[in-house]
């Protein structure tokens, strides 16, 4: 009797100690899901948040406001960049004669240093550039060749030099006059020369000033210039 009531005391404390033991792992299991819940949750929520704050960040940085401004701003800032690369070629063709305004004036006639002062200006809508001197036959024709350029010049003549609309060149054809043989006129035509160095369509400049007719037995020319070349 006593060794069954031993066996049954014994077989129901293993009993009580399975059950204590499933009952702490359906415990500890259900812990986890509980904690894997909450982390879960705090992920989503975390995400959501991020999220949240990405979106928050996007709308701040890209809104349809901000954008425009921001597009705003490149432009604004491009166009002071143009505006201060008044000396670059970029956007700007060559100049063409029909869209400039060619004009010479006598300068020192019969005097040392007499010139013709050749301004251009660009009268087109658009920037465009010159470059080197221009292609000058003095006198009424245009046949003989252009005269050459100037040996005592300042260097820089393969520049392109950009004219905003409304934007100046200058140039001089320097006149040299011994007093017998020489040549005498009152218009000369002028042609611009490209990048290649090939000269455009010749157009006829008439002089302007107090003595418009000039003599020469020699000449030559400067390059184009933002500044005057020989400004008393």
Not at 134 to 147: E, Q
Request: proline share 3%.
């Amino acid at each position: 009797m006593r060794t069954s009531r031993i066996r049954t005391a014994t077989l129901a404390a293993v009993t009580a100690a399975l059950a204590l033991g499933l009952t702490a792992c359906g415990g500890a299991d259900a812990d986890s899901k509980a904690a894997g819940g909450d982390n879960a949750a705090g992920s989503a929520q975390s995400q959501s948040a991020s999220n949240g704050g990405g979106k928050g960040g996007a709308e701040q940085a890209n809104p349809g406001g901000d954008t425009k401004e921001g597009a705003r701003s490149t432009t604004a800032s491009g166009g002071t960049g143009g505006a201060a690369g008044k000396g670059t070629t970029a956007g700007a063709q060559q100049c063409r004669g029909d869209e400039m305004l060619l004009t010479a004036v006598h300068q020192l006639a019969g005097q040392q240093g007499d010139h013709l002062l050749v301004t251009a200006s660009n009268k087109g809508t658009k920037p465009c550039w010159v470059t080197s001197y221009p292609a000058v036959k003095l006198g009424d024709g245009v046949d003989g060749a252009a005269l050459p350029h100037s040996k005592k010049d300042n260097a820089g003549g393969g520049q392109h030099i950009t004219l905003q609309p409304g934007g100046t060149a200058y140039s001089a054809v320097n006149l040299f006059d011994y007093g017998s043989k020489n040549h005498t006129a009152q218009s000369f035509a002028l042609a611009l020369r490209g990048a290649d160095g090939h000269n455009g369509p010749s157009y006829s400049v008439a002089i302007k000033g107090e003595k418009p007719q000039f003599s020469w037995n020699e000449a030559d020319v400067l390059n184009w210039s933002t500044k005057k070349p020989y400004d008393f």
